[in-house]
Antibody, heavy 121, light 108 residues
Framework: QVHLVQSGAEVQKPGASVKVSCKAS????????MHWVRQAPGQGLEWMGR????????DYARSFQGRVTMTRDTSINTVYMEVSRLTSDDMVVYYC??????????????WGQGTLVTVSS | EIVLTQSPGTLSLSPGERATLSCRAS???????FAWYQQKPGQAPRLLIY???SRATGIPDRFSGSGSGTDFTLTISRLEPEDFAVYYC?????????FGQGTKVEIK
């Protein structure tokens, strides 16, 4: 059974960085891209980017390039997403989501439980 | 970047009624790369429909998706109490994914 388990809630100061983890189980980790999606309170979903756990290659949404870094550790089936230079706009819930992608379809079939990041001085 | 616009913003209906949710894309989207998700308060989104019309595993057949090009529709044939939630459309194109802003289906 597929599970994506994210790290716990974080409190960070403005200007600091935060690193959120997502541990995968129940499938071959390197076979599926992992995405990060964020959601402000009461707002919609915003795609941030994705990582290829096999190669470590990344694709970032334009609005996050230069401020977000996605990495992985294949020895523990975990992907990480770090956001730098935090502002109050980054006070959101971050989700990881597994991509099913081939020439026929692209979608996110499993999601982590979400990690709330609070930015406060 | 392709922009997805969902309508209406809120749909007020009673259990047993039919719900029709719309998602319009700013440019043509491949049906293969179009999906719908359901989200309940405090929970992660859940995949409902992929490839514009294929139901995900375990999704009841009262949920159906249709559409192509720039216009897509999610239909819930008879609303059950557990269906009151927010629904998002999503598309993939040019190495980028975008979501609609969501439609809230609330109890009337």
């Amino acid at each position: 059974q597929v599970h994506l388990v994210q790290s716990g809630a974080e409190v960070q100061k403005p200007g600091a960085s935060v690193k959120v983890s997502c541990k995968a189980s129940g499938y071959k980790f390197t076979d599926y891209y992992m995405h990060w999606v964020r959601q402000a309170p009461g707002q919609g979903l915003e795609w941030m980017g994705r990582i290829n756990p096999n190669s470590g290659g990344t694709d970032y949404a334009r609005s996050f390039q230069g401020r977000v870094t996605m990495t992985r550790d294949t020895s523990i089936n975990t992907v990480y997403m770090e956001v730098s230079r935090l502002t109050s706009d980054d006070m959101v819930v971050y989700y990881c989501a597994r991509e099913v992608g081939d020439s026929d379809s692209y979608y996110f079939d499993y999601w982590g439980q979400g990690t709330l990041v609070t930015v406060s001085s | 970047e392709i922009v997805l616009t969902q309508s209406p913003g809120t749909l007020s209906l009673s259990p047993g009624e039919r719900a029709t949710l719309s998602c319009r894309a700013s440019q043509s989207v491949s049906s293969s790369y179009f999906a719908w998700y359901q989200q309940k308060p405090g929970q992660a989104p859940r995949l409902l429909i992929y490839g514009a019309s294929s139901r995900a595993t375990g999704i009841p057949d009262r949920f159906s998706g249709s559409g192509s090009g720039t216009d897509f529709t999610l239909t819930i044939s008879r609303l059950e109490p557990e269906d009151f939630a927010v629904y998002y459309c999503q598309q993939y194109g040019s190495s980028s994914w975008t979501f609609g802003q969501g439609t809230k289906v609330e109890i009337k």
